[in-house]
């Protein structure tokens, strides 16, 4: 079918109203065709002028620009070809949360509206309703995040020449205007060790000392520890094997002499676990040849899942110490605010937390804090009484 022409029809008197004679594209039993409908615009009482300015607003979205050659298929008919071609290359996480959002909040929204039709109007009106409702602001940013991530898809796939979604906007009520984010402070750090069972204890004791993320962690091997570095080769998520984030997550990054001694002194651990009734003692690792990973489940020796060893092990501990707040997230923050605070340069902290932007290491992980702020006051009263204790000369 060819694409569309540009309408301007001329608005005619029909009895007691004005109305347009108006081309649009449908979708019937997946196919697409064009219809001509008799759209009112208003009572006939208006003057033509009136008229043509109502046909004008009505036409605004069938005539603009943004609307590409496939721009009649229909938002969930589209959603399963995004599905299919892009979601599926994706982390199973992120299929999970995308697939949720898709089916509890886009499809029965906009799932029948057709691509042409998905305005930056609409959105907006769509998400202004949403943050009336009780959903976090984090939730609102998601359903934004795959909106525009199925729309950029269909302008990648010529459905749409722009990607009305780029342009929503939110309010910031509700949220976090305060840009600190939370991270373990040292003595908050070794109290939750000391509360902690093995092997989580060390899992938390390593993360927070090399910034390894969760996925990197449950796919250490022992092959990747070395004398004063580890490697990072891949990322296990939940039953998904996968080369780690980025290009530059993939390195071998220096760790201190205490995080390898407590790594292998995992050889050595044992604990206490529940068979039915009876309790037994088994090894944390079963079994330590190269292939082997450093962190097993206690019960099969198999890779550990991240959400369990939070949700089970660490923010019970930490609630219990009244810091409740604590993930897997927090923990990589904290190593990039002590690497701050221990006077370590930008550049060699972007490499250990393996950012490929400088600025994402400084602007978004790295945290200031009180102690920081104090030292900079002392250092600019310093500054400013130098100057006063100065003799003044006149020239």
């Known amino acids: 079918m060819a694409r569309r022409r540009y309408q301007k029809p001329t608005p005619k008197r029909r009895g007691n109203q004005w109305s347009i004679l108006v081309r649009e594209d449908i979708v019937i039993d997946g196919q697409r065709t064009r219809k001509n409908t008799r759209v009112p615009l208003g009572p006939s ?3 033509k002028a009136e008229a ?3 046909r004008d607003d009505y036409l605004a979205s069938i005539n603009e620009a ?3 050659i496939g721009g009649a298929c229909l938002f969930r008919d ?3 070809i995004y599905e299919r071609d892009v979601l599926s290359v994706l982390a199973s996480t992120t299929q999970e949360r995308t697939r949720s959002v898709l089916k509890n909040h886009l499809n029965p929204v906009i799932g029948d509206l057709m691509l042409r039709e998905i305005t930056l109007e609409v959105l907006q009106g769509y998400f202004a309703r949403l943050q009336l409702t009780t959903l976090s602001a984090e939730s609102v940013d998601k359903i934004r995040d795959v909106a525009s991530a199925v729309l950029r898809a269909a302008v990648d796939y010529g459905r749409l020449l722009v990607n009305p979604a780029e342009k929503i906007r939110l309010r910031l009520k509700g949220r976090r205007l305060n840009k600190s984010k939370p991270f373990l402070r040292r003595e908050q750090f070794y109290a939750l060790l000391e509360a902690m069972e093995e092997p989580y204890s060390t899992m938390v004791f390593v993360a927070a000392h090399t910034a ?4 990197e962690l449950a796919a250490l091997h022992w092959r990747n520890v070395h004398e004063d570095s580890i490697a990072i080769e891949e990322r296990f998520c939940r ?3 996968d080369a780690p984030k980025s290009e530059s997550s993939q390195a071998t990054i220096a760790v201190s002499p205490e995080v390898i001694e407590r790594i292998h002194r995992l050889r050595t651990v044992e604990v206490v676990i529940k068979a039915g009734r009876a309790r ?3 090894k944390v690792v079963r079994s330590d040849g190269p292939d082997d990973l450093v962190f097993q489940s206690t019960y099969k020796g198999a890779p550990m899942r991240d959400n369990n060893v939070l949700s089970r092990h660490i923010k019970p501990v930490a609630r219990k110490l009244g810091i409740g707040w604590v993930n897997w997230q927090v923990l990589r923050r904290t190593c990039a605010t002590w690497l701050q605070q221990a006077g370590v340069d930008v550049k060699d902290a972007q490499g250990i937390l393996r950012h490929s932007r ?3 290491t400084q602007d978004i992980y790295q945290q200031v804090v009180a102690e920081s702020q104090r030292k900079a006051v002392v250092k600019l009263s310093a500054y400013t009484k130098d100057v006063v204790t100065r003799p003044i000369v006149v020239v």
């Open 45 to 47: 009482s208006l003057t």
């Open 52 to 54: 043509e300015r109502l």
């Open 66 to 68: 943004s609307v590409g």
């Open 78 to 80: 589209f959603v399963r």
């Open 212 to 215: 390894l993320r969760v996925s």
């Open 239 to 241: 039953g998904d094997w």
């Open 280 to 282: 037994r003692l088994v």
């Open 358 to 360: 400088a600025s994402t």
